[in-house]
């Protein structure tokens, strides 16, 4: 028998899943992050597991891996020793950058740009041009290229993006430079945009090749010292990486273009969210992902994540292919603090891993969520069946000066912490669906992650929302996301064309082409011809606007070989994402060819209970005094997570424990335990 483990590493804990293939039966576990050198904790999270399954390490036939270390390389903002090389001419791309301005006017006289990624000291211009289409203009001047190079590794670059004009329509240029870099320059690490991001738009090119080579050499060194770990301790098993756009792919792959790894985690949980949510017959939901530092949001319609090509991190764009997610600096471990005015706030600031909340007993020094939740008695005594103690004493006596500082009893300002970390979550919630025309009370609010059913009921009642889904093991949802993924490959050209003008042939044309390339790509990592499918989209626009829409466009257009239909998607996708459209009045422009290649992987049978689970399956245990803000404190029940089956109800209020997490049921709810052992919670009608 063979064993999948997936390891989904998170600011506090790293999450590990493994299932059985033949079986199907399911091992979950969590251990402490370790932030300094990752790989350790995705070891020892494995060798845990296995343990766990009493299974040898040569069992193991693959590791799926979700990762924040390229993103965590970004916040940390590990910006020495990078450089730029541009077309001469255009040495200012990074400060000329983009007019507009986050939130509008509202801010513009508030708003502070964030640190620049390359002092303009460390742009370097060099000889050379293509026009629009890509004709070469002037042969690239490798002397030019090669004193470029000198000089910035001479000023301590050791990182070089390289973003030459119109490089989308011809890689040649840049694949020069790329040569001449590799011959005489070895110990530099090299971006090219012409890979990175082959497509128009100057300084989102920029950006997103510059965060690439940015985070290129930490993620080659992590991502190398993890495969050597599993192949010393579990042989020549596969070792895949999820992506942001909720693909995944080999270790070697994602090391070469790091910056597909942005985010790579919270999609993994969107992928777990939908496969649970799709065993209970739900396919409209909000995925309330709430970790140890920050909570993300997606909304999924009939199953399907929402998808975009851009979006911002630390207030940088990187356009690359992503799960369209929001993400709020408010998670089990943010920190709670007092501004000059006196008022009381929750987050950015997270305690982290080390040293963690006040109630680790790590040495932290200022109260969290989590703290906030133990003193009002929503959590056990101790977190990850046993293994974490938690320190009332410790927590009681933080919020009891965070209660002074406010003028509120303990418990008050503790019930306010986690009132305002809901509300915190609520605007993200309403940033992907009130600001974009969606009543997110008729979707179902699927909440995981460690803290995630802590706070759930608390987010929903402020959206109006009735509906919750909690899934087994809800904090170890991630990893298990990772287990239901697929391989893939995202293939962009810009390919500006005219309605009036475009011939379908030529498009379709380009689609093939593109769609050629992802299925090569897919063959090189093992993928079966019968295994590989390709999805067609566009980017467009009406002439003269200077944003585009996407459309998905259905495979036979390229058998029909007409683009009408294309069109006329376009202006219906324009009036649902923005109200009205142009029909018959504006001509519309195709800006972006896409196609995204998928390599299906063979998924395990998956059994998502596991009777055998740490946190006992004792059921009901004994009551305990929790606090709600209008019922002040009140005797509730307390039940084990792995003693319900299908057909297991429960009314609030009542605190649902097992392994790595917790779910509150306030007075006024009801939950039902299903078929897929999801626990399904309603609010009594108002």
Avoid at 173 to 187: D, K, L, M, Q, S
Avoid at 380 to 400: K, S, T, V
Avoid at 450 to 462: C, I, S
Avoid at 549 to 577: G, I, K, Q, Y
Wanted: glycine fraction near 10%; proline fraction near 5%; charged fraction near 25%.
């Amino acid at each position: 028998m063979t064993l999948r483990v997936s390891v989904d590493t998170g600011g506090t804990f790293t999450d590990v899943v493994a299932i059985d293939e033949a079986g199907g039966r399911t091992y979950a576990t969590k251990t402490p992050s370790t932030p300094q050198d990752p790989s350790v904790a995705l070891q020892a999270g494995i060798e845990k597991i296995l343990r766990s399954a009493g299974r040898s390490a040569d069992e193991v036939e693959m590791v799926v891996h979700g990762t924040t270390s390229a993103t965590n390389a970004v916040v940390e903002h590990e910006f020495e020793g990078i450089g730029l090389l541009v077309t001469r001419g255009f040495r200012h791309i990074i400060e000329i950058a983009r007019q507009s301005v986050p939130d509008g006017y509202g801010n513009s006289f508030f708003w502070v740009k964030p640190p620049r990624l390359v002092p303009l000291h460390l742009v370097e211009e060099v000889g050379g041009r293509l026009d629009f289409s890509g004709a070469e203009l002037e042969a690239v001047d490798e002397r030019s290229v090669h004193e470029a190079l000198s000089r910035l590794q001479a000023r301590g670059v050791d990182r070089v993006a390289v973003c030459l004009l119109h490089s989308y329509a011809s890689s040649e240029h840049e694949r020069r430079v790329g040569e001449i870099a590799a011959e005489h320059f070895p110990g530099l690490a090299v971006s090219l945009s012409s890979t990175v991001l082959p497509e128009y738009r100057e300084y989102e090119r920029a950006m997103t090749t510059l965060l690439d080579v940015m985070v290129k050499p930490y993620c080659a060194r992590y991502l190398r010292e993890a495969e050597r770990r599993i192949q010393t301790d579990q042989g020549d098993c596969a070792f895949l990486i999820m992506q942001s756009n909720g693909g995944v792919v080999t270790a070697r792959r994602a090391a070469e273009r790091p910056v597909t790894m942005l985010f790579s985690g919270p999609a993994a949980g969107v992928l777990g969210a939908i496969h649970m949510a799709g065993l209970s017959g739900i396919g409209d939901i909000l995925t309330f992902d709430v970790g140890g530092t920050s909570t993300d949001v997606c909304v999924v319609r009939n199953g399907l994540p929402v998808l975009s090509s851009e979006t911002v991190i630390e207030g940088y764009p990187v356009k690359v292919p992503i799960i369209d997610l929001a993400t709020v600096g408010t998670g089990g471990g943010s920190i709670a603090w007092v501004d000059p005015q006196g008022s009381l706030k929750v987050g950015p600031r997270s305690a982290g891993a080390d040293p963690g909340p006040i109630s680790y007993g790590r040495g932290g020094t200022e109260p969290t969520v989590t703290d906030a939740a133990l003193v009002l008695g929503r959590l056990p005594e101790a977190l990850i069946g046993g293994e974490l103690a938690l320190r009332h004493d410790l927590a009681y006596a933080a919020l009891e000066e965070l209660g002074e500082r406010v003028g509120l009893a303990p418990e008050e300002a503790a019930a306010g912490v986690l009132e305002i970390a809901a509300a915190n979550q609520v605007h993200g919630i309403r940033r992907v669906t009130v600001h974009k025309g969606i009543d997110p009370s008729t979707y179902w609010l699927v909440s995981f992650g460690g803290a995630g059913g802590m706070l759930a009921a608390d987010v929903a009642e402020f959206l109006g929302s009735r509906r919750i889904l909690s899934p087994p093991n809800p904090g170890n949802l991630s990893a298990l996301g990772l287990q239901v993924s697929d391989m893939r490959r995202d293939l962009v050209r810009t390919f500006v064309r005219r309605e009036s003008t475009a011939d379908p042939k030529e498009i379709i044309a380009a689609w093939s082409e593109l769609g050629a390339t992802g299925y090569e790509e897919l063959r090189a990592e093992g993928v079966r011809e019968g295994d590989m499918t390709a999805a067609l989209a566009a980017d467009l626009r009406y002439r003269g606007q200077s944003y585009e829409v996407r459309v998905l466009v259905p495979e036979e257009f390229s058998v029909t070989e007409s683009t009408e239909a294309m069109w006329d998607l376009f202006h219906a996708a324009h009036d649902r994402e923005f109200g009205y459209s142009y029909r018959g009045e504006q001509e519309v422009e195709l800006v972006n060819l896409r196609v995204q290649a998928v390599g299906r992987i063979a998924r395990p049978n998956i059994d998502v209970v596991d009777p055998a689970m740490p946190g006992g399956s004792d059921g009901r245990r004994p009551s305990r005094q929790v606090y709600w803000r209008k019922d002040g404190w009140t005797d509730c029940a307390v039940v084990a997570r792995a003693s319900l089956r299908p057909g297991s109800e429960l009314e609030g209020p009542t605190i649902v424990e097992e392994y790595g997490s917790t779910v509150v049921l306030p007075r006024g709810w009801h939950a039902r335990c299903d078929a897929a052992y999801n626990l399904l919670l309603e609010r009594e009608p108002t």
